[in-house]
């Protein structure tokens, strides 16, 4: 552990990620040790490795903890005296920290082995165009979706500009839905959005494991928590009122922990540039009246902080936001809907009805949650608190967590963005 630390991704740890070796952890705090013998496949870089015997070690022993993306005043860069705004300097400022993020990731990787999750739209592209002008060697493009999906074209398009070798990984809910258990297995959650995040992340996994493509994926994960980004912040009625919900967003386990369990398991080290303490120190500095969706747009600010700038084109930047599960498939044939009805057939109604005596922690509200959760449990019984919550919608747009189905989502594909931005200008 202190030699992955000091040293990164060196040779002699990468040549430990398939062997069967003894671990031990002292902590201080509970004063017992902690051992087991266990395959570590990879180890996410910047996280704390430990283990705990107090969750009866049915499968791993090693869970990955960060921290938590927040404000950090002793990240800020100093102030520049150009004869710029306040405001802008801290733009340029953004602009400047992604860019230095995302290189030096890269060059931390091997040459040919890196890769981006690219789904065609804001956060995936600012990535693409940042390591394509930075020169990476062998640059992987991914797309995961099903025949029906209208992203695939935005996808096809991006690889192009950027000059990546592109994937184009097909998607079948069927075979989704046969995934679920080794899915819960290895996210160790049974939260709906984070288990649907998953089963195509593990459908990208498997993929890259088996043609050897990449050991390095990067992806715009943690970007719309940090930016406010989902479109119920636009029923936020002040800036206070979207700070508050913004900041009990960020208190709930995000994506990176889901997306580092499913890519250690296939020994895939995935990258978070929009989660670096850096980044999100800069952007949370500016204030919350700043931040808030504006003119019916969501994550305005950033998309003004990012606008006339060479990391990203005029389009891309004031497309729709769609939800990297949405994009997966077209609104017609909704992969979740499929998914949907394959989980009803496999729950018993009478036990259904019965969900609230049941479960008392976190009570399923479909059958799709009802599912999950068996699944967990039979997997981790009697771990159910591990789970502290699932994601529900803000501002009550909604029960379940894909945009399509909220009240507000027709509203939201009627404002054309690009179009308002030309009329202010």
Not at 29 to 51: D, K, M, N, T
Not at 211 to 235: R, T
Request: net charge positive; proline share 4%; aromatic share 12%.
């Amino acid at each position: 552990m202190k030699s992955y630390e000091r040293y990164g991704e060196c040779q002699n740890i990468v040549n430990l990620r398939y062997c069967q070796h003894q671990v031990m952890v002292y902590d201080k705090e509970f004063s017992y040790e902690c051992s087991r013998v266990g395959q570590i496949r990879h180890v996410p870089l910047g996280s704390i490795i430990y283990g705990d015997n107090r969750k009866e070690w049915r499968r791993k022993v090693f869970t990955s903890v960060f921290q938590q993306p927040g404000y950090r005043s002793d990240l800020l860069a100093p102030p520049c005296k150009n004869g710029m705004s306040v405001l802008g300097q801290m733009r340029l400022r953004l602009r400047n920290i992604i860019k230095n993020i995302i290189i030096c990731r890269s060059k931390s990787s091997t040459i040919g082995k890196v890769g981006l999750l690219l789904s065609g739209g804001l956060n995936s592209r600012v990535i693409g165009n940042v390591l394509r002008d930075s020169q990476v060697k062998g640059l992987k493009t991914f797309f995961v979706g099903t025949k029906t999906a209208h992203e695939r074209t935005s996808s096809e398009n991006g690889a192009r500009s950027i000059g990546s070798i592109h994937h184009d990984i097909m998607f079948d809910p069927k075979q989704a839905f046969e995934d679920i258990p080794k899915v819960i297995e290895l996210a160790e959650t049974y939260d709906t959005a984070s288990i649907r995040k998953a089963l195509l992340l593990y459908t990208v996994c498997k993929y890259i494991h088996q043609h050897n493509a990449i050991d390095v994926l990067f992806c715009g994960e943690g970007l719309d928590d940090i930016a406010g980004s989902q479109i119920y912040y636009k029923q936020a009625k002040c800036a206070d009122e979207f700070q508050t919900t913004l900041e009990n967003n960020l208190r709930r386990p995000i994506g990176r922990e889901v997306f580092d369990k499913i890519g250690s398991w296939f020994g895939i080290r995935i990258v978070f540039p929009f989660l670096d303490p850096l980044f999100t120190s800069h952007y949370l500095n500016f204030t919350s009246e700043d931040r808030i969706p504006r003119f019916g747009i969501e994550k305005y600010f950033l998309r003004v902080c990012l606008d006339h700038s060479d990391l990203i084109t005029e389009e891309v930047l004031w497309k729709h936001r769609e939800d990297w599960v949405d994009s997966a498939s077209s609104f017609d044939r909704f992969w979740i809907k499929n998914l949907q009805r394959m989980c009803s057939k496999s729950v018993n109604n009478e036990e259904f009805e019965k969900r609230e005596e049941t479960y008392l922690h976190n009570t399923p509200l479909t059958t799709e949650e009802f599912f999950y959760r068996q699944t967990f449990e039979k997997i981790f019984s009697e771990q159910q608190s591990l789970v502290p919550a699932i994601f529900r919608p803000s501002f009550g747009v909604g029960t379940d967590p894909s945009p399509r189905t909220w009240n507000i989502y027709p509203q939201h594909l009627c404002v054309d963005f690009l179009a308002t931005v030309r009329m202010m200008v």
